[in-house]
């Protein structure tokens, strides 16, 4: 885990979870590894991450409570602070993120907490980002053989593949075609 917790991909999830309902650490790493199998959300680490987010005034803690037999849990619900950082996460993970990210995947997931001017907004200053990082790519297959630069071509195609994507995602906003629900 990153030495600042609010670093970790796991947090824009978690406040996004807690922006739908209070919860605890069980059901925010249940409802994780249900919607995200690929991301690792242990109870322990989701439990870590709520109180450091406890602790920078994102979530505001509930008294224990017991349901049934079960042992007494704590319940977490977004605080203003914690709605504003959440925002700020989508927002940053779209704009600023590196290419084929978990955190872009992540903030894509929240991309309809957005108004549909703001997403094209942030998705459009993304895919003329990319496009400049591409462009100042060196051509280094010229100078050498193919071989000892596969991992250029690969790069080269991760950026191309998500700039499509991203062009035909603002052409669905910008058309109507995705609903929007804000």
């Given at each position: 885990?990153?030495?600042?917790?609010?670093?970790?991909?796991?947090?824009?999830?978690?406040?996004?979870?807690?922006?739908?309902?209070?919860?605890?650490?069980?059901?925010?790493?249940?409802?994780?590894?249900?919607?995200?199998?690929?991301?690792?959300?242990?109870?322990?680490?989701v439990?870590t991450?709520?109180k450091?987010?406890?602790?920078?005034?994102?979530?505001?803690?509930?008294?224990?409570?017991?349901?049934?037999?079960?042992?007494?849990?704590?319940?977490?619900?977004?605080?203003?602070?914690?709605?504003?950082?959440?925002?700020?996460?989508?927002?940053?993970?779209?704009?600023?993120?590196?290419?084929?990210?978990?955190?872009?995947?992540?903030?894509?997931?929240?991309?309809?907490?957005?108004?549909?001017?703001e997403?094209?907004a942030?998705?459009?200053?993304?895919?003329?980002?990319?496009?400049?990082?591409?462009a100042?790519?060196?051509?280094?297959?010229?100078?050498?053989?193919e071989?000892?630069?596969l991992?250029?071509?690969?790069?080269?195609?991760?950026?191309?593949?998500?700039?499509?994507?991203?062009?035909?995602?603002v052409?669905?906003?910008r058309?109507?075609?995705l609903?929007?629900?804000?």
């Amino acid at each position: 885990m990153p030495l600042n917790a609010s670093r970790n991909s796991l947090v824009l999830p978690i406040l996004g979870f807690l922006g739908e309902r209070p919860a605890h650490a069980y059901d925010l790493a249940t409802r994780l590894q249900e919607r995200y199998a690929h991301l690792t959300a242990t109870r322990s680490t989701v439990t870590t991450l709520l109180k450091s987010l406890h602790r920078d005034g994102l979530v505001e803690a509930r008294e224990p409570g017991r349901v049934g037999n079960r042992p007494p849990r704590t319940e977490y619900e977004l605080t203003e602070q914690g709605s504003a950082g959440f925002r700020g996460k989508v927002e940053s993970g779209l704009r600023d993120s590196p290419v084929a990210s978990v955190d872009f995947a992540l903030a894509v997931a929240y991309l309809g907490s957005l108004s549909a001017d703001e997403a094209v907004a942030l998705l459009t200053a993304r895919a003329e980002r990319l496009a400049a990082e591409q462009a100042a790519l060196p051509d280094a297959a010229a100078a050498m053989a193919e071989l000892r630069t596969l991992e250029h071509g690969y790069w080269h195609g991760l950026v191309a593949a998500e700039l499509a994507w991203i062009d035909a995602l603002v052409e669905r906003i910008r058309s109507a075609e995705l609903a929007w629900a804000s």
